[in-house]
């Protein structure tokens, strides 16, 4: 409750900001000593950055593209949906089931069809 002494103030109209949608309004009480109220500032709010954060399809990850500062407008990490990079260097492709095909002779009106790694795939695949 304000002091008996702020009951007859006169205070000027305070208007207040409009907060960016990544930040709120907090408006705090007049200091001691004084009765009338100041305007309220916009704070960062992280329960409400959940918002701006994509769901990826499948086969895309989301990636920062630029991390959040502290300042309402800028609160938020901001991301991207991109397609997944493969990292085909740890990946151990099962032994060829094509070797038991290797020094036999196709038909002479017939070609083995090559194999190659398709793209999304880190293992090579032989057609037929």
Known sequence: MFPERCLKAQCSVVFHPECPSD??????????????????????????CEAFVPVCEQGMERVLV???????????????????????????????VFDEDEGVDCPADSVRPAEHVPNGLCCPVRPG
Request: hydrophobic residues 15%; aromatic residues 2%.
């Open 23 to 48: 930040s709120r309004l907090v408006i705090l009480p007049p200091p001691p000593g004084e009765c009338c109220g100041r305007p309220g500032t916009c704070h960062c709010d992280q329960q409400k």
């Open 66 to 96: 630029k991390e959040g500062g502290h300042q309402p407008g800028s609160c938020c990490d901001v991301f991207e949906c991109r397609k997944r990079e493969l990292r085909c260097e740890s990946v151990q492709c099962p032994s060829h």
